[in-house]
């Protein structure tokens, strides 16, 4: 359409005006609906391609094999995430037991791991951050092996610094008065209590 064309036909350049804009809305609007298409059918045409490529890595396999290695990966996932979340509770439970074991004093280390190892093999629950049955547990171990445990008794029992037998050889005890010992020999008593 041409402005010429319209002129001869009679139209003021007002009308002429009011048709090219009311045609250009119409080719707009046309414009829109084919790039929607051209979007459209890429997005197919991607479809297609994706599905084809798919179909072909199945090309010379068994339904019943492709069944199979699908239920080993899903199998495989399924043990991944089972075994995260057994690892996760059991650091969890670890953590737990390490905070709860802080109130009570052992006699050794060795009595500390293998009293913590009991617990962990007793199938104990952790719920919420605490052990279910761990007291009644701790207390049935502190009546099978109460040695393993330092009772308040044996905490407030004077402990002495250094053995009584310095460099191999039997040491005597100081004793007397410290207000009237020298103060090397006042160092020593210091040192033996």
Do not use: C, H
Request: zero cysteines.
């Amino acid at each position: 359409m041409k402005k010429d064309d319209l002129q001869a036909q009679g139209l003021t350049e007002e009308q002429i005006k009011f048709v090219f804009a009311e045609n250009g809305k119409d080719i707009a609007a046309e414009k829109k609906r084919a790039d929607k298409a051209e979007q459209d059918r890429d997005v197919w045409k991607t479809k297609a391609e994706t599905a084809e490529n798919t179909l072909k890595g199945f090309e010379g396999k068994d339904f019943d094999a492709i069944q199979k290695e699908r239920d080993e990966w899903k199998e495989k996932a399924e043990k991944a995430e089972a075994d995260y979340k057994q690892q996760m509770y059991d650091r969890d439970f670890g953590d737990a037991l390490a905070t709860a074991m802080e109130s009570y004093k052992f006699s050794s280390e060795y009595a500390k791991t293998a009293v913590m190892t009991e617990i962990k093999g007793a199938g104990l629950k952790l719920i919420d951050g605490k052990i279910i049955g761990l007291n009644d547990l701790i207390d049935s171990i502190k009546s099978k092996d109460a040695s393993a445990f330092v009772t308040e008794e044996q905490d407030n029992q004077a402990q002495f610094a250094q053995p009584p037998f310095k460099d191999g050889k039997k040491s005597e005890p100081i004793t007397g008065d410290p207000s009237k010992m020298d103060f090397d020999t006042y160092k020593k008593w210091r040192e033996q209590n």
